[in-house]
């Protein structure tokens, strides 16, 4: 069964950092999104990204954030300097179409800025 | 923001008994909603979902009921085996808004208990 995939598993990094956590969306899916968990807390939606462009962003998706489809395949979160605040459990998902579809989660990325 | 709301944070039932977790929302444009479960160190994986339009949805042994007019929903597991220890989240996503992202509720963790 197709899956969402994401690299690496963890990633630890000093304050100030950038980091960019990779993700691999399922083949067919057209449209990806990245989400957060703070440890004990919800997971909190950070943005949505279609045809090469973000289609909706939450407030915590500053000016530090970004995103990116470098290629067919991949599908990045870009965090240009990591504040402490920053370390998160960081999912990618993937649907096939926005608004029609469930959205299916990647493993998550456990990110510890020190 | 707790739009949804998941107000137990654990359940314990009996193997082969029937598990019912609750799921609260305010936010009346929701008109998507699912269950994910998650086990630690994964990423939540899509269990049911159901459309504002129906009351019911039903799929093997997991069952989710929507009252709109109480705005809550249940997920109903029946019979429960150990294998569905795990954290469940409910999340919503008001689509027809053209509102892509899913809001999560905190999660309720089940226990089976053999």
């Known amino acids: 069964e197709p899956e969402v995939t994401q690299t690496p598993s963890h990633q630890v990094t000093q304050m100030g950092q950038e980091v960019i956590l990779r993700c691999v969306p399922i083949?067919?899916?057209?449209?990806f999104y990245w989400y957060r968990q703070i440890l004990g807390q919800k997971v909190e939606f950070l943005v949505s990204?279609?045809?090469?462009?973000?289609?909706?962003k939450s407030e915590i998706f500053d000016d530090q954030f970004s995103v990116e489809r470098p290629d067919g395949s991949n599908f990045t979160l870009k965090i240009r300097s990591t504040k402490l605040e920053d370390s998160a459990m960081y999912f990618c998902a993937s649907s096939p179409q926005a608004l029609q579809e469930t959205q299916y989660f990647g493993p998550g990325t456990r990110l510890l800025v020190l | 923001d707790q739009q949804v709301k998941q107000n137990s944070p654990s359940l314990s039932v009996q193997e082969g008994r029937i598990s019912i977790l609750n799921c609260d929302y305010t936010?009346?444009?929701?008109?998507?909603f699912l269950w994910y479960k998650k086990y630690p160190a994964e990423g939540p994986t899509f269990l049911i979902s159901i459309s504002s339009i129906k009351d019911k949805n039903e799929d093997g042994r997991f069952t989710v009921f929507l009252n709109k007019s109480a705005k809550h929903l249940s997920l109903h597991i029946v019979p429960s085996q150990p294998g569905d220890s795990a954290v469940y989240f409910c999340a919503a996503s008001a689509r027809n808004f053209g509102n892509e992202k899913l809001t999560f509720g905190t999660g309720t963790r089940l226990t089976i208990i053999p």
């Open positions: 083949s067919n899916h057209l449209y």
């Open positions: 990204f279609y045809n090469n462009e973000i289609s909706e």
């Open positions: 936010n009346s444009m929701f008109d998507y």
